[in-house]
């Protein structure tokens, strides 16, 4: 299937899916509502690491970076300033694109590629996490408690708790963010984008330049991520370096891309999708055990253990990730 | 580009640009640091003592970690969840058998070695045509499942063991030497002086058997041209299986090391990894005397940077060293493979 | 008048001087050859003409511009296209897209760049696959993706490596014939190749390069009667047949 064309495809799906998925409040409430809440969130991250680590080929294992600007930005402003968190939003995008565009540049620039990229953007994560974790002006260790706030609720991003209007707002930026990403892949910029990660000399030689389109993708993820930061700290009303900034996180937000299928567009989503299903499955698992799985009652870390494992049987025999996979297969067919 | 006909490049420069900046802050503020230092003396000598004994340590599990790479080219990311097995394993050995944890070595890192070996032989084996960040991703997702079981058994309680002659010294023969040391004024803990004596036997063990031995050249031949080394006879996978193990152990053995004065979780080995990764770029990938060097030197980093700069987490200078590298010098100090 | 002018360039790697002092002109329109032994730089120009590489010393002029030191993607987009002796097409993408990229750069509608691109996909008979990923093509395919790329960046100077090298000669004919039409179409073209029929029979002028200097120029007969051309020739076949 040609690639252009497949992208022209992938806004139909966008709506269709979109339609689809409003009335979901209507049928679940509750414990499950915020299930789909962070399925949807998870899909964002998710989508948005692909554009730099799929199409670009940027591979990071340092998002953490951008979800964490996003969140900070967010609980600085509503919490020092009493802003509305939108305004977080805004800024903590413009602000992770920036500091992406740093990273990136010095990383292109002094050649870092495949693994050592990798390492690289892991580090400046972790670097974030400890200069954080060390500042006054951002509560160090501590964190960020987001306020009740009064106002317009739509404006301070804050209704009741269980409200099906986080779902809705999640729901809206998780198409916001497909919706950039499917337009940047379909347009000329895209198409460059992908040429470098095939091939970046070979692309230098058609006139793309490289450093160019690899910021420019890395730009956009970082802002993407970082919308998802804000939304994470507005939803959840409490941030914390760790929570922001740690490897752990960095691996949440690529975990999607590899299950679902990396360099694709829905791939992340139907990754999140599985990952939320297996998280709930274990802890629902690890909660109440059937009897012959007794030894497993109130132990933690099943969760993680299994993806562990499914990272290491996608790596070993889906590669594709799993949405990656099936539409090899039916395209073969 | 070029200067006045000589080529120049710009990473050259910025080499020479950071060299004039710390000899422009030498100059300027020296004298007061110069002062400064008299007045820290101790401070300062308990850091670079603490970070040589602590870098013995790093050394060793870096050593088996870049002798991995070097031979078989993986960036074996599960290396710290394999130190924390090999310190849950000796945990085991002495609460509910009695050893000592200096005799676990004799049962934890054989144990690692044939786990590492296991490991490469199933599961490594057949990534190893693939790009390297699946490979990373392979031995990461590994060391999450390691990690998360030891989790699941053990829970995230911290264990510790005890260092079994810290009331009674250490008889050796005539006299017993008591702990802690003082070292040009500084304090050295004895289980961290045995864990740093015991990494430099260890790592000069590593040192016969690559350069002394049959099984070591075989070893190296593979790090240096695995086709070669296929041509005149040699089962190149085997030694593969073998160096995993070799490394694993190597790590294995830190972990037992380290066991008596740090306090276990299953998360114990991801600092060691961190650390692992910043020795091994620094040395030079697959250059283990590179990671002997680096793992002394990352040691001092880290403590010299505590204690000039106290309200930091240490592991911050560790990363800014290891930006540093990536950007100034990705080959490491002493270069690849050697 | 001339396209383009390699003026003194020297490039030396770790010690070992790949091009030494090496000139060259190419005039508007013709078709000049690069020929010399294995080894003799010849890739090594191509790279430092196209910017992947930057000269220790000497100058490149394209039509009037000093290009010397510029990044490969804007001597790309001045007009200067390459193919690669080790070709370097972009796998998981479409034969289409494959050209699409070259041609977006001078058609920055994706549609029109699209039917520009078929259109070259076409004319280098690789229609059939125009869909079908780059990564399903035989060897003979990938060289012909390479100049079908190429040739969408239209450029007015085509560097081509080794173009006709594994082809069988019925396709060999094709492509010296495809490269006489696109001659005719004002592409003046600096060709390194290894087939002296076809180096002898497209060539208005050939340069012969021999250990990183420039031993030889003229037309094709003054060339094969050139002693020293025999000598550098004769001498790799008898270093060759002596080993």
Same mark, same amino acid.
């Given at each position: 299937?040609?690639?252009?064309?497949?992208?022209?495809?992938?806004?139909?799906?966008?709506?269709?899916?979109?339609?689809?998925?409003?009335?979901?409040?209507?049928?679940?409430?509750?414990?499950?509502?915020?299930?789909?809440?962070?399925?949807?969130?998870?899909?964002?991250?998710?989508?948005?690491?692909?554009?730099?680590?799929?199409?670009?080929?940027?591979?990071?294992?340092?998002?953490?970076?951008?979800?964490?600007?996003?969140?900070?930005?967010?609980?600085?402003?509503?919490?020092?300033?009493?802003?509305?968190?939108?305004?977080?939003?805004?800024?903590?995008?413009?602000?992770?694109?920036?500091?992406?565009?740093?990273?990136?540049?010095?990383?292109?620039?002094?050649?870092?590629?495949?693994?050592?990229?990798?390492?690289?953007?892991?580090?400046?994560?972790?670097?974030?996490?400890?200069?954080?974790?060390?500042?006054?002006?951002?509560?160090?260790?501590?964190?960020?408690?987001?306020?009740?706030?009064?106002?317009?609720?739509?404006?301070?991003?804050?209704?009741?708790?269980?409200?099906?209007?986080?779902?809705?707002?999640?729901?809206?930026?998780?198409?916001?963010?497909?919706?950039?990403?499917?337009?940047?892949?379909?347009?000329?910029?895209?198409?460059?984008?992908?040429?470098?990660?095939?091939?970046?000399?070979?692309?230098?030689?058609?006139?793309?330049?490289?450093?160019?389109?690899?910021?420019?993708?890395?730009?956009?993820?970082?802002?993407?991520?970082?919308?998802?930061?804000?939304?994470?700290?507005?939803?959840?009303?409490?941030?914390?370096?760790?929570?922001?900034?740690?490897?752990?996180?960095?691996?949440?937000?690529?975990?999607?891309?590899?299950?679902?299928?990396?360099?694709?567009?829905?791939?992340?989503?139907?990754?999140?999708?599985?990952?939320?299903?297996?998280?709930?499955?274990?802890?629902?698992?690890?909660?109440?055990?059937?009897?012959?799985?007794?030894?497993?009652?109130?132990?933690?870390?099943?969760?993680?253990?299994?993806?562990?494992?499914?990272?290491?049987?996608?790596?070993?025999?889906?590669?594709?990730?799993?949405?990656?996979?099936?539409?090899?297969?039916?395209?073969?067919? | 580009?070029?200067?006045?006909?000589?080529?120049?490049?710009?990473?050259?420069?910025?080499?020479?640009?950071?060299?004039?900046?710390?000899?422009?802050?030498?100059?300027?503020?020296?004298?007061?640091?110069?002062?400064?230092?008299?007045?820290?003396?101790?401070?300062?000598?308990?850091?670079?003592?603490?970070?040589?004994?602590?870098?013995?340590?790093?050394?060793?599990?870096?050593?088996?970690?870049?002798?991995?790479?070097?031979?078989?080219?993986?960036?074996?990311?599960?290396?710290?969840?394999?130190?924390?097995?090999?310190?849950?394993?000796?945990?085991?050995?002495?609460?509910?058998?009695?050893?000592?944890?200096?005799?676990?070595?004799?049962?934890?890192?054989?144990?690692?070695?044939?786990?590492?070996?296991?490991?490469?032989?199933?599961?490594?084996?057949?990534?190893?045509?693939?790009?390297?960040?699946?490979?990373?991703?392979?031995?990461?997702?590994?060391?999450?499942?390691?990690?998360?079981?030891?989790?699941?058994?053990?829970?995230?309680?911290?264990?510790?063991?005890?260092?079994?002659?810290?009331?009674?010294?250490?008889?050796?023969?005539?006299?017993?030497?008591?702990?802690?040391?003082?070292?040009?004024?500084?304090?050295?803990?004895?289980?961290?002086?045995?864990?740093?004596?015991?990494?430099?036997?260890?790592?000069?063990?590593?040192?016969?058997?690559?350069?002394?031995?049959?099984?070591?050249?075989?070893?190296?031949?593979?790090?240096?041209?695995?086709?070669?080394?296929?041509?005149?006879?040699?089962?190149?996978?085997?030694?593969?299986?073998?160096?995993?193990?070799?490394?694993?152990?190597?790590?294995?053995?830190?972990?037992?090391?380290?066991?008596?004065?740090?306090?276990?979780?299953?998360?114990?080995?991801?600092?060691?990894?961190?650390?692992?990764?910043?020795?091994?770029?620094?040395?030079?990938?697959?250059?283990?005397?590179?990671?002997?060097?680096?793992?002394?030197?990352?040691?001092?980093?880290?403590?010299?940077?505590?204690?000039?700069?106290?309200?930091?987490?240490?592991?911050?200078?560790?990363?800014?060293?290891?930006?540093?590298?990536?950007?100034?010098?990705?080959?490491?100090?002493?270069?690849?493979?050697? | 008048?001339?396209?383009?002018?390699?003026?003194?360039?020297?490039?030396?790697?770790?010690?070992?001087?790949?091009?030494?002092?090496?000139?060259?002109?190419?005039?508007?329109?013709?078709?000049?050859?690069?020929?010399?032994?294995?080894?003799?730089?010849?890739?090594?120009?191509?790279?430092?003409?196209?910017?992947?590489?930057?000269?220790?010393?000497?100058? =490149?002029?394209?039509?009037?511009?000093?290009?010397?030191?510029?990044?490969?993607?804007?001597?790309?987009?001045?007009?200067?296209?390459?193919?690669?002796?080790?070709?370097?097409?972009?796998?998981?993408?479409?034969?289409?897209?494959?050209?699409?990229?070259?041609?977006?750069?001078?058609?920055?509608?994706?549609?029109?760049?699209?039917?520009?691109?078929?259109?070259? =996909?076409?004319?280098?008979?690789?229609?059939?696959?125009?869909?079908?990923?780059?990564?399903?093509?035989?060897?003979?395919?990938?060289?012909?993706?390479?100049?079908?790329?190429?040739?969408?960046?239209?450029?007015?100077?085509?560097?081509?490596?080794?173009?006709?090298?594994?082809?069988?000669?019925?396709?060999?004919?094709?492509?010296?014939?495809?490269?006489?039409?696109?001659?005719?179409?004002?592409?003046?073209?600096?060709?390194?190749?290894?087939?002296?029929?076809?180096?002898?029979?497209?060539?208005?002028?050939?340069?012969?390069?021999?250990?990183?200097?420039?031993?030889?120029?003229?037309?094709?007969?003054?060339?094969?009667?050139?002693?020293? =051309?025999?000598?550098?020739?004769?001498?790799?076949?008898?270093?060759?047949?002596?080993?």
């Amino acid at each position: 299937m040609e690639v252009l064309r497949r992208f022209d495809r992938d806004l139909l799906v966008l709506a269709a899916g979109v339609l689809v998925l409003i009335p979901v409040p209507l049928f679940l409430s509750g414990f499950l509502l915020e299930v789909a809440i962070q399925t949807l969130l998870f899909g964002l991250l998710g989508v948005a690491w692909n554009l730099m680590g799929g199409f670009a080929g940027q591979f990071s294992f340092g998002h953490a970076a951008f979800f964490g600007i996003g969140a900070y930005a967010t609980a600085v402003v509503v919490t020092d300033y009493g802003l509305s968190p939108w305004i977080g939003m805004l800024l903590g995008a413009a602000l992770a694109a920036a500091f992406g565009v740093l990273v990136g540049f010095l990383s292109f620039r002094y050649g870092l590629k495949g693994v050592f990229f990798a390492l690289a953007t892991f580090a400046f994560a972790e670097m974030l996490r400890l200069i954080f974790r060390s500042l006054e002006a951002v509560n160090a260790a501590r964190g960020f408690n987001i306020p009740i706030q009064s106002g317009n609720p739509w404006l301070t991003l804050q209704f009741p708790q269980g409200s099906p209007n986080y779902y809705y707002v999640i729901l809206a930026l998780l198409a916001l963010t497909l919706l950039v990403v499917i337009l940047l892949m379909r347009s000329r910029a895209g198409t460059f984008i992908l040429s470098i990660r095939e091939n970046e000399d070979a692309a230098a030689a058609l006139g793309v330049n490289p450093m160019r389109y690899k910021l420019l993708a890395v730009a956009v993820s970082a802002a993407l991520t970082a919308i998802g930061g804000a939304f994470y700290v507005q939803y959840f009303f409490f941030i914390d370096p760790d929570l922001a900034f740690g490897a752990g996180v960095s691996i949440q937000i690529l975990l999607p891309a590899i299950v679902g299928g990396i360099g694709t567009i829905w791939g992340p989503v139907v990754g999140a999708l599985i990952i939320i299903v297996l998280g709930q499955g274990s802890t629902a698992l690890v909660r109440t055990p059937p009897p012959f799985l007794d030894v497993l009652q109130g132990v933690s870390g099943l969760d993680v253990a299994i993806y562990g494992a499914l990272i290491v049987l996608v790596v070993l025999f889906l590669p594709r990730g799993v949405f990656g996979t099936l539409r090899e297969r039916l395209r073969a067919a | 580009m070029t200067v006045k006909g000589l080529k120049v490049s710009g990473r050259s420069l910025a080499l020479l640009g950071l060299g004039i900046a710390a000899l422009a802050l030498l100059l300027v503020w020296g004298g007061e640091a110069l002062a400064w230092a008299q007045d820290n003396r101790v401070v300062l000598v308990q850091a670079v003592v603490t970070g040589l004994l602590l870098g013995g340590v790093y050394s060793l599990v870096s050593m088996g970690l870049t002798l991995i790479f070097g031979v078989l080219d993986i960036l074996n990311f599960a290396h710290g969840a394999f130190m924390a097995l090999a310190m849950y394993a000796s945990f085991v050995l002495v609460r509910n058998a009695g050893f000592g944890p200096y005799l676990s070595l004799l049962i934890s890192v054989p144990l690692l070695f044939f786990i590492g070996a296991l490991v490469q032989r199933v599961l490594l084996d057949r990534v190893m045509d693939q790009p390297h960040e699946n490979q990373l991703l392979l031995t990461f997702g590994l060391a999450l499942l390691i990690e998360n079981v030891l989790l699941m058994v053990f829970t995230a309680t911290p264990r510790t063991v005890e260092f079994p002659y810290a009331q009674t010294g250490i008889p050796l023969g005539i006299t017993t030497i008591q702990g802690p040391l003082n070292v040009f004024g500084a304090v050295a803990d004895l289980p961290r002086v045995i864990a740093f004596l015991g990494s430099l036997v260890i790592a000069g063990g590593l040192f016969y058997l690559l350069q002394r031995t049959s099984l070591g050249t075989a070893i190296r031949a593979v790090a240096e041209n695995p086709d070669g080394a296929a041509m005149v006879g040699i089962d190149v996978r085997r030694m593969h299986v073998i160096t995993f193990g070799l490394g694993t152990a190597c790590v294995a053995a830190a972990g037992t090391l380290v066991l008596p004065f740090l306090s276990l979780q299953p998360t114990t080995g991801e600092q060691f990894n961190v650390i692992a990764f910043v020795v091994v770029v620094l040395g030079g990938l697959g250059n283990v005397v590179g990671a002997l060097v680096g793992g002394i030197l990352i040691g001092l980093v880290q403590e010299l940077g505590g204690a000039f700069v106290p309200g930091v987490d240490k592991l911050f200078f560790v990363f800014v060293v290891f930006v540093l590298t990536l950007l100034l010098r990705p080959q490491g100090l002493f270069g690849r493979k050697s | 008048m001339t396209l383009l002018a390699v003026q003194n360039v020297s490039k030396s790697f770790a010690g070992l001087k790949a091009l030494q002092n090496v000139s060259l002109r190419v005039e508007r329109g013709s078709i000049v050859g690069l020929i010399g032994p294995n080894g003799a730089g010849k890739t090594t120009l191509f790279n430092v003409i196209a910017g992947v590489m930057k000269p220790d010393a000497g100058r =490149v002029v394209f039509d009037g511009t000093d290009v010397t030191g510029w990044p490969a993607y804007r001597i790309a987009r001045l007009g200067i296209g390459r193919t690669f002796q080790l070709m370097k097409p972009f796998d998981s993408l479409s034969v289409l897209d494959n050209v699409t990229v070259a041609t977006l750069q001078r058609h920055r509608n994706r549609k029109e760049a699209r039917e520009v691109a078929m259109e070259v =996909v076409e004319r280098l008979g690789l229609g059939q696959w125009a869909n079908k990923r780059a990564s399903v093509l035989s060897t003979a395919g990938y060289k012909r993706l390479e100049l079908a790329k190429a040739l969408g960046l239209e450029p007015s100077l085509l560097l081509l490596d080794e173009v006709l090298a594994g082809l069988v000669p019925s396709e060999r004919t094709r492509v010296v014939e495809l490269l006489r039409e696109i001659r005719g179409e004002g592409v003046t073209m600096l060709l390194v190749e290894h087939v002296m029929s076809a180096v002898m029979a497209l060539s208005d002028h050939i340069h012969v390069l021999h250990h990183g200097e420039m031993l030889a120029s003229g037309t094709p007969e003054e060339v094969t009667k050139d002693s020293r =051309v025999i000598e550098a020739y004769l001498g790799e076949e008898e270093h060759h047949a002596g080993a």
